[in-house]
């Protein structure tokens, strides 16, 4: 079940929510957190695209990284892409 949907990303919050939130986070693998959040809602944000074998999807990128973790109280997934936190609750 996909019920994570992005929030926000960390150039438009606040370095105190931000900094609790990774502080206070646990890294996973891609397959973890694409059980909670789209892999095409983040694929269609970084312009990457699907096909039969996913050869060019966001989970092939080995500069991507993926966390669990609390956003403003709130349960949540983030990926770090090009050192930007982007938000899923």
């Given amino acids: 079940m996909k019920e994570y949907t992005y929030l926000t ?3 438009n919050s606040t370095a ?6 990774v502080d ?3 890294e996973i693998t ?5 059980k909670h959040v789209s ?10 695209t699907l096909n039969s074998k996913q050869l060019n999807s966001i989970k092939k990128d080995y500069h991507v990284a993926y966390f669990k973790g609390t956003y403003d ?3 949540c997934y983030y990926l ?6 982007y938000i899923f609750v």
């Fill in 9 to 11: 990303c960390c150039v």
């Fill in 80 to 85: 770090v892409h090009s050192a930007i936190e």
């Fill in 24 to 26: 206070n986070s646990t």
């Fill in 30 to 34: 891609a397959e973890t957190f694409f």
């Fill in 16 to 21: 105190e929510l931000i900094d609790d939130m």
């Fill in 73 to 75: 109280n709130q349960k």
């Fill in 39 to 48: 892999l095409k809602e983040v694929n269609d944000m970084f312009g990457y």
